[in-house]
C-alpha cells in the first residue's frame, strides 16, 4: 500500500509510454504501470528502479476488455495509490478497408482508445475534484493529421495543445485540475493491407519515434 502521489500510466511498457515513464522517474515520481504484458511492464519497472531509483508499481491488465477500466480503478483504490496524475496512452490503430476488419477487432479498438479513456477519466476525474487538485494527460494520435489511402484527412485541433516535456514542466497548483491531449504519435498501427501489397508501411503511415516524443 502506498499514500505517496502517483502518476499511472497506461500502456506504460513500451514505446511513449515508457519514453514517458522514463522522463518522469528521472524527477523521481512514483509510477503505476499499467499494460496487457506483465513481463514487459516488470521488465520497464526494474530498468526504472536501477536507473533511477524511484518507486515503481506495475499492474497487468487488457483495458480493450469491457470491464477493465473500472478495474483497474478499483485495484488502485484497493491498495491505496494515491493518483495524482492520470496518462491515458494505451491504444491502437487498424489501417485497412473498413469492411474487411473483423467485427472483434474494431470492438477492440474502441474499447481501448475511447471507452476505457473516458471511463478512467471519469473515475479518477472525480477523485482529483473532491481533492480539488490533479492532472490527466491524454495522449492521441498523429493519425488524423497524416494520409488514409489518397485523401488527406483534416487533422483534429486540440484545445490544449502541448507536447509531454512541457507538460511535465507545468506547474501544479492547488484546486486546479489540467486536463490536457499531446498528439503523441502512431507507434502501434497494424497495417495488414499495405503488407500484402508488399508496399513499404514507412512511406504510407509513418511512424513515431517513442524518444524523439519525449524530448519533445
Known sequence: MSSTKSILITGGGGGIGLEMARL????????????????????????????????????????????AAQQLFEHTQKHGFHIDTLINNAGFGIVDAHIE????????????????????????GELMKHRRAGR?????????????????CRPVRSRFPTTPRKWASLPMRRSQLTSTISRGGSDSFELPAQRQAGLPARNLWPRTDPPRVRRS
Not at 61 to 66: A, K, R
Not at 101 to 124: G, K
Open 101 to 124: 476488419i473483423e467485427p472483434s477487432q474494431i470492438y477492440r479498438m474502441l474499447q481501448l482508445n475511447v471507452v476505457a479513456v473516458a471511463e478512467l477519466c471519469r473515475c479518477y
Open 24 to 67: 518522469l522517474a528521472s524527477r523521481e515520481h512514483c509510477l503505476i504501470l499499467v499494460g496487457r504484458d506483465a513481463a514487459r511492464l516488470q521488465a520497464a519497472a526494474n530498468e526504472l528502479r536501477a536507473t533511477h531509483g524511484t518507486e515503481v508499481h506495475v499492474h497487468s491488465v487488457d483495458l480493450s476488455e469491457p470491464g
Open 136 to 152: 490527466i494527460l491524454n495522449i492521441a494520435s498523429t493519425a488524423p493529421a497524416t494520409f488514409s489511402n489518397t485523401k488527406p
